[in-house]
């Protein structure tokens, strides 16, 4: 049969599209997202629980978009507690009322409640994740985000041949809100977790567990891009796959220098992208993660969450996936604080022409704080859980951040006042050796206060992060919402004002959302405030959020309109 002209031409420019679409990264992205929250049964260690979830999923289903892409979810709430979602890493410029942190950007989505949340992605590329932010919810509630090139780019390296996410996570047999509430009410740590999961999933280490081991099924010869999240709520991480390095090329949704190792390192909040090159003797591999824990008095799980790499084909009974310790790869110990730095020093912005970075070299806002964990006297001179019969507390700068009872941000907004101070100092209140081990009790309590920081817009802003020793100290992975930063320098001990910036990296430093900062040590940040709003700046570690560890960014409005902070959408939650 021939075909007239006109169809003929149809079909080759169909044959283009197909071709061209095929080679383009997801090109077809979803622009609005049903996120129904609810509880789910599930079990795990041999016990069954009903836990929150999005969709009835454990994780969370996966939100896919381009670079530049604006989409929208419409979340309904049909649990029984109050809820807000975070969408981690997304800068949401001159929109801050979807960012999602409980009383700082909204007021929760009560029960029966919805909000339709607009979610503006900007200069993001590679993984992101998303997050309850309401209590401990999102000890559950979380998922991925994966930002693909435009439509006509492509990766700044060979294109994998499958992506993967990877979503490391914590497991409580006892409900979440019990652990959350025996923390409150005891004034001390809250219970440890009892398994680590890999994507929902604890690993055959852990009782009634096999069946359900996450496998990722390889073809020898070909490439995987893993998509690494770290969804723990109190602990980082140590990652690795027996016999196979990863090849580190992206970083909290931006591009790195390739980066070779045997393991990683990453903190709650950050996200890892590493290729996977399936070049082993076929076989089982096992990928594992568990807890880098440097408090000296703190406890931690220190269980080993385990999935499987296998390989397609043919192969005797394999001893690579037997439960023997020798068939486990070799990670750092728990404590090893060189190892993990090892790995974060390594990391390096891309910096080539199609990725340009532009770090601030002309600093206008210094600040200096520090990062602690502190004590309260208990109430009601009752003995509490903390050290010495005290309560567990955290700051920065010695205040202790009291959320208040209604959204910041609305306050702001409507020139609300007596909800929040502007007054969170850019240095500490006393001076003394940081990370002496030996220091006053006095130093132990801090204040409590609402105080946020007020930017003008377009200021370069430094922020010394400071780790204390007091309660013994422990790393701190700090994220701070709507804003990217370079990590220009990191060490140990006291922040040297004369001898450490001289050895800052403003070359190629890396661009993260969430940095760590090592115990009884010190990280220096840099950024410009282009974006007006209300931002959270908080430990990802959540029993110190908790207590008390975060503050505020207020920046300001610009002189243009382009500049200005966009109009809250009309279904805001209300307090």
């Not at 852990?206 to 109190?234: E, W």
């Amino acid at each position: 049969m021939i075909l007239p002209k006109k169809s003929l031409i149809l079909i080759q420019i169909l044959r283009f599209l197909v071709l061209y679409f095929h080679h383009q990264p997801c090109s077809l992205a979803i622009d609005e997202y049903e996120f129904v929250v609810k509880e789910a049964t599930y079990t795990r260690l041999c016990s069954t629980k009903k836990i929150l979830t999005v969709n009835g999923q454990f994780p969370g289903p996966t939100i896919e978009a381009q670079h530049g892409d604006t989409i929208y979810v419409n979340v309904y709430n049909q649990g029984k507690q109050n809820i807000t979602i975070h969408w981690h890493g997304v800068l949401q410029p001159r929109y801050p009322w979807a960012d999602g942190p409980e009383y700082i950007t909204q007021c929760p989505i009560k029960p029966g409640g919805r909000f339709r949340q607009k979610i503006i992605f900007s200069t993001e590329e590679g993984t992101l994740w998303w997050h309850a932010h309401s209590d401990w919810s999102r000890a559950t509630v979380y998922g991925a985000i994966i930002i693909h090139p435009k439509v006509g780019t492509r990766y700044p390296f060979p294109k994998p041949d499958a992506e993967v996410p990877i979503i490391l996570g914590e497991w409580w047999k006892e409900d979440i809100t019990k652990v959350l509430q025996q923390m409150h009410d005891a004034g001390g740590d809250p219970n440890i977790s009892d398994a680590f999961t890999i994507n929902g999933q604890p690993g055959d280490l852990y009782p009634c567990s096999k069946q359900g081991t996450f496998k990722l099924t390889v073809d020898r010869g070909k490439t995987y891009l893993l998509r690494l999240i770290n969804a723990a709520m109190n602990i980082i991480l140590f990652f690795a796959i027996k016999k196979h390095n990863l090849t580190v090329v992206g970083v909290d949704a931006g591009y790195t220098k390739p980066l070779s190792s045997e393991y990683v390192t990453i903190s709650p909040g950050q996200t890892i992208d590493a290729l996977l090159s399936a070049n082993q003797k076929p076989d089982r591999y096992y990928m594992v993660a568990r807890a880098y824990s440097t408090g000296s008095n703190h406890h931690f799980d220190n269980t080993t969450t385990t999935a499987i790499v296998q390989y397609k084909g043919k192969y005797s009974n394999p001893t690579s996936s037997s439960s023997s310790s020798s068939s486990l790869p070799s990670l750092p110990f728990y404590n090893d604080t060189n190892a993990a730095f090892s790995f974060l020093g390594g990391l390096k912005s891309l910096a080539d022409k199609k990725h340009p970075i532009d770090v601030p070299l002309h600093i206008r806002n210094r600040i200096f704080t520090t990062i602690s964990v502190n004590s309260f006297p208990c109430r009601d001179n009752n003995t509490c859980a903390g050290p010495n019969g005290t309560r567990f507390a955290a700051s920065m700068n010695n205040i202790s951040f009291v959320n208040p009872s209604t959204a910041l941000l609305q306050a702001y907004y409507q020139h609300t006042n007596g909800v929040y101070g502007d007054n969170f100092p850019d240095m500490p209140p006393f001076l003394f050796n940081f990370t002496d081990i030996f220091l006053p009790l006095n130093l132990e309590t801090p204040k409590r206060g609402t105080e946020v920081m007020v930017l003008d817009y377009n200021t370069t802003v430094e922020i010394v992060l400071q780790g204390t020793a007091l309660m013994g100290g422990i790393d701190h992975p700090i994220h701070l919402h709507g804003y990217n930063f370079f990590i220009v320098g990191f060490g140990l001990g006291n922040f040297d004002i004369y001898k450490d910036p001289v050895k800052y990296n403003l070359k190629d430093p890396p661009l993260r959302n969430t940095v760590s900062v090592p115990i009884n040590g010190w990280v220096t940040v840099r950024f410009k405030a282009d974006n007006p709003g209300v931002w959270l700046l908080h430990c990802h570690i959540d029993r110190h959020m908790t207590w008390g560890m975060k503050t505020v960014f207020i920046v300001k409005d610009g002189d243009q309109p382009e500049e200005r902070l966009l109009p809250p959408p009309p279904d805001m939650p209300r307090c």
